[in-house]
């Protein structure tokens, strides 16, 4: 095996992108206030923990997702085989995903430890959206009190959140 | 992920916890990850490979297009007004 390099530093490659695309300084988001933490009160296996994917997954029969920054989002019921989730995302490249959704939605995964009893349950609905939006602003004051509102109505414990 | 999962009791704020499986044996993929291409002719090439941001739905085969339920009652869509 060869000597293991440092983890890509993603912010200075964006920018060397962009700059090479001919596009404008990508603009970063930055927040001056520390984010809000709350300490676990329960062991993992006392744990509902619900599941929020950003990349663009559907199930067959929803709508899937545009990729001209969708605000919106589809709950996905977790008792759904995972054979009849979808990908759809303009950024990302999606085959390892198409071929095994857990990459970017790790439903299976989570299913199986909840069967194992390491955790109490995977929240009855998993919710995801299409990442990439330019909008922050419409994320934070939009996308993310939905998300929020819904979590607090499934009564969650965790929120595992994954990218793509 | 059960290791992962098991980190949240115990990192704070601004803690990184490294899981201790490599995306590949080699790390010589990250050489490539966002860096321009040289191309035969010696001129430089961005490997680009975002798709053009379309404001219609992207199905993944036609065949999801054609299931798609218009109503949709677990498509939530967002008034950005």
């Known amino acids: 095996m060869d000597q293991r390099q440092d983890p890509i530093d993603y912010i200075e490659r964006t920018r060397s992108q962009y700059d090479a695309l001919g596009y404008e300084p990508y603009t970063w988001v930055e927040y001056s ?18 599941l929020i994917a950003s990349g663009g997954i559907y199930a067959h029969g929803q709508i899937a997702f545009h990729h001209k920054d969708d605000l919106s989002y589809r709950i996905i019921d977790t008792e759904i085989e995972s054979t009849q989730l979808r990908t759809s995302h ?11 959704i857990n990459v970017v939605f790790p439903i299976d995964t989570l ?4 069967h194992q009893g390491i955790i109490r349950s995977l929240s009855r609905r998993a919710y995801t959206f299409m990442g990439g939006i330019y909008s922050a602003r419409k994320v934070r004051d939009l996308l993310a009190p939905h998300l929020l509102k819904a979590l607090q109505e499934d009564e969650v414990d965790l929120a595992l959140l994954v990218p793509a | ?8 009791s115990s990192l704070g704020p601004g803690d990184i916890f490294r899981l201790p499986f490599p995306f590949a044996d080699s790390d010589e993929w990250k050489n490539t990850v966002m860096r321009p291409i040289q191309k035969p002719d010696g001129t430089l090439e961005m490997n680009d490979f975002r798709t053009a941001r379309l404001d219609s739905p992207q ?19 967002i008034s950005a007004d």
Do not use: H
């Open chain 1, 90 to 100: 303009f950024a990302y490249d999606m085959t390892p995903a198409r071929e095994n």
């Open chain 1, 111 to 114: 299913k199986t430890l909840a």
């Open chain 2, 59 to 77: 199905y993944q085969s036609d065949a999801d297009q054609g299931a798609a339920d218009p109503k949709c009652p677990s498509c939530v869509f």
């Open chain 1, 33 to 50: 206030a520390a984010p809000p933490w709350t300490a676990l009160s329960k062991p993992l296996n006392e744990m509902n923990i619900a």
């Open chain 2, 1 to 8: 992920m059960q290791t992962a999962l098991e980190q949240t």
